[in-house]
């Protein structure tokens, strides 16, 4: 059980920042940099919510936000003192399920979709660009460390598959989805 009775220690007034196993490192390496986006994800989140996303929509985003916070753990914490804290194959098929219960009902697209549409899809569009960052900063991380559970890129990767179908539902079954419409200012220019 976490206990906080200080929320500033000015331990990190020197540029670092401590892990769960007690080390510290500087606040632009990697490993922070991969779990602060999980945290900026979880805010996107808190945004969808607080606009009005639907449930059962809403019960599955608290339920993202919480897995959130175990891959932060997960990555807070590397080596074998994490080992009670890792993300499992679990996290990851729970994931898949709802995506594909999600896309089945959704029509087929013949075009790539525009972020936006209604206001819970939107905020879902940009959590999936966050998330596809929080990928791309792991991935840098993996590169340089192997102390990193490559259950979290698993996550990650189904995650913002995951944030594309849900804002496809959340767009009226796809109703309101804006499709990429290619060379569209030629043809209004009349230059096609």
Not at 79 to 85: F, M, P, S, V
Request: hydrophobic share 40%; charged share 25%; with cysteine.
């Amino acid at each position: 059980m976490v206990k906080l009775n200080r929320i500033y220690t000015k331990s990190g007034d020197d540029g670092t920042t401590g892990l769960g196993d007690g080390s510290r490192l500087v606040k632009h390496h990697e490993r922070i940099a991969t779990y602060g986006t999980l945290d900026e994800l979880s805010s996107v989140l808190g945004l969808a919510l607080a606009r009005g996303c639907p449930e059962p929509c809403a019960g599955w985003l608290r339920e993202i936000q919480n897995d959130l916070f175990d891959l932060g753990s997960d990555l807070c914490v590397p080596g074998e003192a994490g080992a009670a804290l890792r993300i499992t194959p679990a996290y990851t098929a729970r994931l898949e399920e709802l995506i594909d219960a999600t896309n089945a009902d959704l029509p087929a697209l013949a075009s790539f979709v525009l972020p936006g549409g209604r206001e819970p899809a939107a905020w879902l569009h940009l959590a999936r660009t966050v998330c596809r960052r929080a990928e791309r900063h792991l991935t840098a991380l993996m590169a340089d460390d192997a102390d990193v559970n490559p259950e979290v890129l698993r996550y990650l990767n189904r995650l913002s598959d995951l944030f594309f179908v849900l804002a496809r539902a959340l767009n009226d079954g796809g109703a309101a989805d804006v499709l990429w419409e290619p060379g569209r200012r030629k043809r209004d220019a009349g230059d096609a």
